[in-house]
């Protein structure tokens, strides 16, 4: 049989080797087929399954990570907790007094101070004063009110160093006996704490004294007599109305203990004011 297939298929030695050996392959599993039914592993004797199981493989590489995941839904907000219902405590006792500290050192004792009284305002210093006047009828003309200082300057005041301050608020400047007097704006009546000083609140600036009108009666007298009012140093020994003719001229002044507030007028007048005198 052989060697007819042999002659027909022209096959080698090698090649009808292997035929045989396939034909017996399959012709020895269906004999085995017939025979025994591996149905379970523990029908194979354990070393013979030890054997057919292979080694395990190296651990492949890691895949890249995929996309993250969308965001869930935000869940429902919960329920609000319940409040406290603790009680305040009870006020503790107040604690016990402590000790007395000890008594301090004696402090250095001090230089000793001036006495309150002063031969003269000091310098810069301001003091404060009223004034008034009531003429009745008949008599000798004219009127003097004298300013006198409770503490007495270091040195007279000259021309230019005294002024009349009129009830408007306004500086009066005298030329001459019986000529209407001229009003500007005081610049040498206040202070750094009074700018512009008043009846209510005299003040004036550092050598000068300055005398505020807050009444003069009767009207036709402020109208008539007023431009004949003059401060004079009542030291200076001219005594006639021509040494007052000029309201800064001889005559016009104050002493260091005071000044003398005049008026030429002759018919019945009251009047009152305030004055102040500040140290040079």
């Known amino acids: 049989m052989f060697s007819?297939?042999?002659?027909?298929?022209?096959?080698?030695?090698?090649?009808?080797?292997?035929?045989?050996?396939?034909?017996?392959?399959?012709?020895?599993?269906?004999?085995?087929?017939?025979?025994?039914?591996?149905?379970?592993?523990?029908?194979?004797?354990?070393?013979?399954?030890?054997?057919?199981?292979?080694?395990?493989?190296?651990?492949?590489a890691s895949g890249p990570a995929g996309p993250a995941g969308p965001a869930g839904p935000a869940g429902p907000t919960?329920?609000?907790?319940?409040?406290?219902?603790?009680?305040?405590?009870?006020?503790?006792?107040?604690?016990?007094?402590?000790?007395?500290?000890?008594?301090g050192k004696a402090g250095k004792e001090g230089k000793e101070g001036k006495s309150g009284f002063t031969e003269t305002l000091p310098t810069g210093k301001t003091e404060t004063g009223t004034w008034s006047f009531d003429r009745q009828e008949g008599g000798r003309p004219g009127l003097q009110v004298a300013i006198s200082f409770p503490i007495p300057l270091g040195a007279a005041l000259g021309e230019g160093q005294v002024h009349l301050i009129a009830a408007n608020g306004k500086e009066l400047v005298f030329t001459e006996v019986g000529a209407p007097a001229e009003e500007v704006i005081p610049t040498k009546c206040g202070s750094a704490l009074s700018p512009a000083g008043t009846v209510e609140k005299p003040a004036a600036a550092a050598g000068n004294l300055?005398?505020?009108?807050?009444?003069?009666?009767?009207?036709?007298?402020?109208?008539?007599?007023?431009?004949?009012?003059?401060?004079?140093?009542?030291?200076?020994?001219?005594?006639?109305?021509?040494?007052?003719?000029?309201?800064?001229?001889?005559?016009?002044?104050a002493a260091p203990s005071g000044a003398i507030l005049g008026s030429l007028v002759s018919e019945p007048a009251d009047g009152l004011g305030t004055w102040a005198v500040t140290a040079p």
Request: net charge positive.
């Open 4 to 60: 007819a297939l042999r002659k027909r298929l022209h096959t080698s030695p090698a090649m009808l080797v292997a035929i045989v050996a396939l034909f017996l392959a399959m012709t020895g599993g269906a004999y085995a087929a017939n025979k025994y039914l591996i149905t379970s592993t523990k029908q194979i004797k354990p070393s013979v399954l030890k054997s057919l199981t292979g080694k395990a493989g190296k651990a492949g």
């Open 78 to 103: 919960g329920p609000a907790g319940s409040a406290g219902t603790g009680t305040p405590g009870a006020e503790g006792a107040p604690g016990k007094e402590g000790p007395q500290g000890k008594e």
């Open 210 to 253: 300055c005398v505020y009108v807050g009444r003069l009666a009767p009207a036709e007298f402020e109208a008539k007599d007023f431009n004949s009012q003059f401060i004079r140093n009542p030291a200076d020994e001219c005594e006639s109305v021509g040494c007052l003719k000029d309201f800064g001229g001889p005559g016009a002044g």
